[in-house]
């Protein structure tokens, strides 16, 4: 399965939110595969991983983000279950997973209530190995067109995490630690 030919479906080659997709996916699948060469003791799945990194963020052009070029109705933090639902359709379950399950550090249903985010009530934190993998990968990248050439520090990753809290700052913290940061 090539995972440009899924995203070639819903984005027009050659237009800025499909160039910024395909970049930002590259990066994430890259460092993905560097986080999971580290723990290859665990039998990280590296085939899923550079296929699930490159469609994690399918689902952002039917959101509003106009730094992104993408004209939607929703709003950006919903791109990842409105991914996982384009996946469903093409029975790539595992994949539609990673897509709902990267957002931020994991989004748990208690979450969703507390701030009344626009979001279907249910987990979407990361369970598998893969999925902590590519959520991890990709906070050390940015789409906005200011930082998307360079990788993040790991203090600013952090430092990203802790404001969505401390329990999401714990959960990405043990994540750190399995993967040898």
């Keep these: 399965m090539d995972p440009e030919n899924i995203i070639s479906e819903f984005y027009d080659q050659g237009s800025k939110t499909y160039d910024i997709l395909i970049r930002h996916s590259r990066q994430v699948a890259e460092k993905a595969l560097v986080i999971a060469e580290n723990v290859r003791h665990l039998k990280p799945d590296m085939d899923f991983i550079r296929q699930a990194a490159m469609l994690h963020?399918?689902?952002?052009?039917?959101?509003?983000?106009?730094?992104?070029?993408?004209?939607?109705?929703?709003?950006?933090?919903?791109?990842?279950?409105?991914?996982?639902?384009?996946?469903?359709?093409?029975?790539?379950?595992?994949?539609?997973?990673?897509?709902?399950?990267?957002?931020?550090a994991g989004i748990t249903a208690d979450d969703i209530k507390a701030y009344n985010l626009p979001l279907p009530v249910r987990d979407m934190v990361p369970l598998s190995l893969e999925e902590k993998i590519i959520c991890v990968a990709d906070k050390f990248f940015s789409k906005s067109e200011n930082s998307m050439h360079s990788e993040r520090s790991l203090d600013k990753v952090i430092s990203v995490i802790k404001s969505y809290g401390n329990k999401n700052l714990e959960r990405f913290m043990k994540w750190l630690k399995l993967f040898g940061y």
């Excluded at 106009?66 to 279950?81: D, I, R």
């Excluded at 409105?82 to 399950?101: D, F, P, Q, S």
């Design 57 to 104: 963020d399918i689902g952002i052009f039917m959101t509003s983000s106009q730094s992104l070029g993408c004209h939607g109705m929703h709003p950006y933090v919903a791109h990842g279950y409105l991914g996982r639902a384009l996946l469903e359709k093409k029975n790539l379950l595992r994949h539609a997973l990673v897509c709902e399950r990267h957002v931020g």
